[in-house]
């Protein structure tokens, strides 16, 4: 992508951002005209494109879920899990493969008795297609993608395109989340999550995402970014995102982030050679004082209350008890559950109406390990083994993935922090997957002080 498109489509997304927030019926048309345009695309796509074009697709979905459903963009609340799936079948069935995904196809199989155990312990409380859409999505969207994914080829330029895809809703959002609140100062209360500065929606989610995209444009503040100017737009891009992705108060988008960006820098500099090596250590020097300066500048925003957060203290300074902010013990009743119910489980969905029935307590844990063994059982066991192994056994075997580390320390991360309410881990482990081909010249990009953009 030439410089001056590359300028022209993040003007674009900011004002996507600026106009959804003036005039918000448009968050429903921006939803219409992405299902429209992306199912043309596939359908239209040469065999050889078809496959870049599903990921595509499903990377533009990913990015803009957490703004269409801030924005009330989404006719249904799992409407971005959908159309993942939707477009990773399309590419399954167009597309012709020859290893055949058996792990996951089988991981998917896994999750079925749990959905039958949920309907002959159903009650009068009992929401079964709701509990069912909510708790499967993720999951189901995981295996969907992993399928999709499996040891298929793209093309080093491709997962550059695909990332930057991603991460262009991630632009609308910022501009949109500093127009909606534009004053953070003015939202302080306390260290608790902080609904205000996230576009009036769920801290959590905004700073997953928002972390995710911290990650891609830290790759292409290092990767691509050529030029002073590209430079400048990537890292103002980077610090704008890292400063609304902090001053939401939810640690974990945050810190996944740092997990992402240290794991990238590591195996990036090990790749390099001699001259490209002391570009990056010049950068990395530039891209941590960058870091310093968004934290100083979120700290005078919020009166030092994001340091008590980040330190475990109160807004007075006292320190709490619990770091987890009472998910440990929500965990701790997930794992009682799984060793009381160990073969079949309780049943998808049904974790957090027991939470009720017994403690009186209507919550979420948030971590996706402890309720798939509450409530899958012995199935859930074997079906998060797969998840867990399966990748790094594919990494041993197929090392050409730069990035397979960031998606999977992301997947890993946000599962026990978000567990899968948005269809970012999902899709973003199956990225874990994939197989990297590096032409020559795009090897020599790699290595080059003087990397082309994208």
Excluded at 62 to 75: A, D, H, I, K, Q
Excluded at 178 to 193: A, C, K, Q
Excluded at 409 to 428: E, K, Q
Aim: contains cysteine; proline residues 3%; charged residues 15%.
């Amino acid at each position: 992508m030439k410089n001056s498109k590359y300028i022209e489509v993040i003007v674009l997304h900011v004002l996507i951002g600026l106009l959804i927030y003036l005039f918000p019926i448009l968050s429903k048309i921006y939803l219409i005209l992405i299902c429209i345009y992306f199912t043309y695309k596939i359908f239209k796509a040469k065999s050889s494109e078809k496959t870049i074009q599903v990921l595509i697709a499903c990377s533009y979905v990913v990015g803009s879920e957490v703004f269409l459903r801030m924005t009330g963009g989404n006719f249904l609340y799992e409407t971005s899990k959908y159309l993942v799936i939707l477009f990773s079948l399309m590419g399954v069935f167009t597309i012709r493969k020859k290893n055949q995904p058996i792990p996951y196809i089988f991981y998917v199989f896994l999750l079925i008795p749990g959905v039958l155990v949920a309907g002959f312990n159903a009650t009068e409380q009992t929401t079964l297609r709701t509990d069912i859409a909510f708790n499967l999505s993720g999951p189901i969207c995981l295996g969907m993608v992993s399928i999709f994914c499996y040891n298929r080829k793209i093309s080093y330029q491709n997962i550059h395109r695909m990332l930057l895809v991603m991460a262009l809703p991630l632009v609308a959002m910022t501009a949109y989340l500093f127009l909606y609140t534009p004053d953070i100062r003015e939202t302080i209360t306390g260290t608790g999550s902080n609904y205000a500065a996230s576009g009036g929606f769920g801290p959590n989610q905004v700073s997953t995402v928002l972390g995710l995209g911290v990650f891609i444009f830290s790759l292409r503040f290092f990767m691509l970014s050529p030029n002073l100017f590209l430079k400048i737009i990537n890292g103002l891009l980077l610090a704008a995102m890292s400063f609304r992705g902090i001053v939401t108060f939810s640690r974990g988008g945050v810190i996944t982030a740092l997990f992402m960006i240290i794991a990238f820098i590591y195996f990036y500099f090990k790749k390099v050679n001699i001259k490209s090596k002391f570009r990056i250590s010049r950068l990395f020097f530039v891209f941590i004082s960058l870091g310093l300066v968004v934290w100083l500048f979120s700290s005078i925003q919020t009166s030092g209350l994001i340091e008590n957060r980040y330190a475990n203290k109160d807004a007075l300074g006292r320190e709490k008890e619990d770091i987890s902010t009472g998910r440990g013990n929500l965990i701790s009743f997930e794992i009682d559950e799984f060793l009381n119910n160990p073969i079949l489980g309780v049943g998808v969905g049904k974790i957090k109406e027991l939470r009720e029935q017994k403690e009186g307590i209507l919550s979420a844990s948030h971590n996706e390990m402890s309720r798939i063994l509450s409530e899958h059982g012995l199935f859930g066991v074997t079906a998060l083994l797969i998840l867990l192994l399966t990748p790094l056994f594919f990494r041993f075997k197929n090392k050409s993935n730069i990035f397979f580390y960031s998606f999977y320390f992301f997947w890993f991360l946000t599962i026990n922090h978000s567990a899968m309410r948005i269809a970012a881990p999902a899709f973003v482990y199956g990225l874990c997957l994939l197989d990297i081909q590096y032409k020559s010249k795009n090897l020599r990009k790699i290595n080059s002080t003087k990397t082309r953009s994208i």
